[in-house]
């Protein structure tokens, strides 16, 4: 019951903030939604024997959805009209490198958050964050303070060359504050003005660590192992090439190279056991540190926040002796994302997918695992399948993101399931083996040769499946109808599925038992 009053509260929220980007931006809109939850609330109480559970969930939802039109309203930043005079001037710009640089085969992006534009020998001090494309020598990084030549630009939306699906590229920066670029800009100068000297901050030491165990794994393994493994790991964009990417990309692959829920159990289950002696409020504060110290070297994207907060959740359940409901704990994760940035609801494809793909492991998957059983004699009992769990889980996902991959990708791959099942049970090993081989890199060299061995090997396999498959024919079908509206009511059909399977599943037949869904 608990979980439910947290979905229908949540998708309220959510409701509120896609009431915003449909409708006209006024305050109007948010006085008739309180007016109209008192006025659901008021009835409720004066006529209690009438209020039955429509009423609540329309007294619910409307309310909730005030606070999300609200939200959504009160976040609707504008750009830092000092820097609207520059735009399509070449211009000088300093600043503080605001997160890791991504670095590709031809450009390095990185964001800048600036603080001064000159112009003409005339200096003018500004605050806000720009997204810069520089060449990719000399390679950046997080903190470092620089100052770079190019025209200033206002980003624009485009379209796929091949499906024609038009990308809203502001809308995407403008849930990370963004709203001008930088392209073609060349680093005039590093290292930092007089009086900005700071000591390395906690994020700036965790990328360093970072960098140093992918210079550990690129000793250790060739390219494109070396990439794939560093992708898998910490989810680093640009890790392999833009070709690479995209044939996994094609064929439903992708989700590999996104740091996500697995790599955070690993971390977990890790310091755990490496504290297992300690007192347990030792071990779980080592968790938590461990947990949040990942995030943040992964860049805090949206899939590792969302299972960080997941894991967090856990954590605190364990240590309050509460049950762990995971439904509920995934939408109060989304929840809490959402009300501190809720631009991430409507324009991060990172948040949605990782949103719906765990849905779909603790929501679709589990009434699928419960059918691949094997009966035995009479009386004999039943057994699961072997590999059940991992053919339900794939499936349960693909069929959550499915919606969401046609609206973003103009089309999907029909051998995609396929291709997953063959992958997925070799990317735990290829993990582990690219942890273990980073670290040997850097401390005996050797013996990171030898454990190289194995993610060359793995590496190799999963990248012959992506290729194998995307040059079949037919690997990459085309649909460009799926609108915005047309996915929301596909979602419809998903939960309903999701509830007819529910039904239908064997009862009394408990779902494989994991780590917990993160």
Request: charged letters at 15%; glycine letters at 10%; one cysteine or more.
């Amino acid at each position: 019951m608990r979980s439910r009053v947290v979905i229908v509260c949540v998708g309220g929220f959510w409701a509120g903030i896609a009431l915003f980007e449909l409708l006209p931006q006024t305050l109007l809109y948010l006085f008739v939604l309180g007016i109209l939850g008192g006025v659901f609330l008021f009835v409720g109480f004066v006529r209690k024997n009438n209020l039955c559970t429509v009423g609540f969930l329309l007294i619910t939802i409307t309310i909730a959805s005030s606070f999300g039109y609200a939200r959504m309203y009160f976040a609707n930043t504008l750009p830092d009209q000092s820097l609207e005079t520059f735009v399509g001037k070449s211009i000088f710009l300093d600043g503080k490198i605001a997160t890791e640089p991504v670095i590709g085969s031809r450009t390095q992006k990185i964001v800048l958050d600036a603080d001064m534009v000159i112009l003409n020998d005339a200096s003018t001090t500004v605050s806000a964050r720009v997204i810069v494309f520089v060449p990719p020598h000399p390679p950046l990084s997080y903190g470092g303070h620089v100052r770079v030549l190019g025209t200033l630009e206002r980003p624009e939306a485009f379209a796929d060359e091949e499906t024609g699906r038009v990308f809203n590229y502001p809308a995407y920066l403008k849930k990370e504050g963004i709203f001008y670029t930088l392209s073609y800009a060349k680093v005039t100068d590093i290292g930092c003005r007089e009086g900005c000297r700071q000591p390395m901050s906690v994020k700036a030491g965790l990328f360093l660590l970072r960098r140093t165990f992918v210079e550990g794994l690129s000793r250790a393994v060739g390219e494109p192992y070396a990439g794939l493994a560093a992708g898998v790991v910490f989810g680093i964009d640009g890790a392999i090439s833009e070709d690479l990417e995209e044939v996994f990309r094609k064929i439903g692959l992708s989700h590999i190279l996104v740091a996500s829920g697995y790599n955070i159990t690993l971390v977990a289950k890790a310091i755990l056991r490496t504290f297992a002696r300690a007192p347990p409020w030792v071990s779980r504060t080592c968790a938590s540190l461990g947990i949040v110290g990942f995030v943040l070297m992964t860049g805090a994207s949206s899939a590792t926040v969302r299972a960080g907060i997941m894991a967090l959740v856990a954590l605190l359940g364990e240590a309050l002796v509460r049950r762990y409901d995971i439904t509920r704990a995934l939408f109060l994760a989304g929840w809490g994302m959402t009300l501190v940035n809720p631009n991430l609801l409507l324009h991060d494809p990172s948040f949605q997918l990782s949103f719906a793909a765990t849905w779909g492991l603790c929501t679709v998957a589990p009434p699928i695992q419960k059918m691949f059983v094997a009966k035995g004699p009479a009386g004999g009992g039943q057994a699961r399948l072997f590999g059940s769990e991992l053919l339900s889980a794939t499936i349960g996902t693909q069929i959550a993101v499915l919606p969401l991959i046609l609206f973003y990708a103009g089309g999907t791959s029909p051998y995609s399931l396929l291709a997953n099942i063959l992958a997925l049970p070799v990317v735990p090993f290829l993990m582990i083996t690219s942890i273990i081989t980073g670290v040997f890199g850097l401390v005996v060299p050797i013996l990171g040769v030898v454990s190289g061995g194995a993610v060359t090997l793995v590496g190799w396999y999963v990248i012959k499946v992506a290729d194998v498959f995307s040059r079949l024919p037919g690997s990459f079908v085309q649909i460009t109808f799926v609108t915005p509206l047309v996915c929301a009511m596909l979602y419809v059909g998903v939960v309903w599925l999701a509830k007819v399977l529910e039904r239908k599943a064997p009862p009394g037949i408990p779902a494989g038992r994991g780590d917990p869904v993160l």
